[in-house]
């Protein structure tokens, strides 16, 4: 089994109390955020392509979001059991390149906005009003959300997404999204219910892989030169993914299961967590047997996937230097 649990501390956990309490940097912060994503995220119909297009590459650039957001994220379903704690949730870890792209525009946000200190987490919880784009092809989801049918209910339901934020460095370290926020969804939608076929990645009728949305698709300028070689890099290292087992594992059903669940399995979640894959590839701290134990890689094959996740992280660090180079 491919496991990066020994790599996958929370930014949740442990907060320096010497450290003096940010909240009102937290609450400028807030009303920065909200004012942004009411601007560039606001009520539309749910399949409306076009305004999901300008939410997303409004916040994956250079966003009050995305600047607001803490190295790795973790992102999740509002537990059902309201006296759950974080620490007992289960929750997916994100770049912030890969939460913005993705998942924070599937959300649409009315700009209406709480806050409140929760003691028992010891993190500002900030609620945003939302209601979420169900009506979308199923190439502009990450992966098929309706994998989980509770999953997809709760995100075609969903009226409020969640942010956490450690008090002691004013950044937003959990996402979540619930149904259970109090009001109604800002835009009333039909639920859909598609049926999973079992695959993560397909070809469509016109033969394009799908989903486009995690092929870089709308995030990456369409002249950006290395489009091509991020994604014949991405193949090779997917192949020698395959051969580690790593699909056995950091795949969205998780079914290890995982706590803090590490996904893999498409272009754009393995650009995010390219660093820290060849991290525990290259301290042996992978393949872990089903009790746990450290099972290194054959040399062969831990070779290969060194030298082709090496490959993939430069082709990515390349696309998004070129990115930055060429903004408008």
């Not at 942004?36 to 119909?45: D, I, K, T």
């Not at 784009?133 to 190439?139: A, F, K, M, T, Y």
């Not at 076929?197 to 016109?206: A, C, L, R, S, T």
């Not at 996904?263 to 042996?284: F, S, W």
Request: glycine share 6%; net charge negative.
């Amino acid at each position: 089994m491919l496991l990066l649990a020994a790599f996958l501390a929370a930014d949740a956990a442990g907060i320096d109390d010497d450290l003096p309490d940010l909240n009102e940097q937290i609450a400028r912060m807030t009303s920065e955020v909200a004012l942004e994503l009411q601007q560039v995220c606001p009520p539309a119909s749910p399949s409306d392509q076009a305004a999901f297009d300008r939410c997303r590459h409004s916040l994956f650039g250079d966003s009050a979001l995305r600047r607001n957001l803490a190295p790795r994220l973790l992102w999740g379903r509002r537990n059902q059991d309201a006296k759950a704690a974080l620490d007992d949730t289960n929750f997916t870890q994100f770049a912030p390149d890969v939460i913005t792209g993705l998942y924070f525009p599937l959300f649409m946000y009315s700009g209406e906005y709480s806050i409140e200190y929760v003691e028992r987490e010891r993190l500002y919880l900030i609620r945003l009003r939302a209601g979420f784009r169900n009506l979308l092809p199923p190439g502009q989801y990450p992966y098929p959300f309706w994998h989980e049918e509770a999953k997809w209910g709760v995100y075609q339901a969903a009226n409020s997404v969640l942010l956490w934020v450690n008090p002691k460095t004013a950044k937003i370290i959990i996402g979540q999204f619930t149904e259970r926020g109090g009001d109604d969804p800002i835009v009333a939608t039909q639920s859909i219910w598609p049926k999973f076929d079992g695959k993560w990645m397909w070809m469509d009728k016109e033969g394009r892989i799908q989903p486009r949305v995690t092929l870089f698709d709308g995030l990456f300028r369409k002249d950006n030169p290395y489009l091509t070689e991020l994604d014949s890099s991405y193949r090779t290292l997917a192949l020698r993914m395959r051969d580690a087992q790593c699909d056995n594992c950091h795949v969205p059903n998780n079914p290890m299961p995982m706590r803090r669940l590490l996904l893999l399995h498409t272009p754009a979640h393995a650009a995010g967590e390219i660093a820290r894959l060849l991290k525990a590839v290259r301290g042996d701290k992978m393949p872990l047997d089903d009790a746990g134990n450290e099972q290194p890689l054959e040399p062969e094959l831990k070779r290969a996937l060194l030298e082709s996740g090496a490959a993939f992280e430069q082709v990515v660090e390349a696309a998004k230097d070129w990115e930055a180079g060429h903004r408008d």
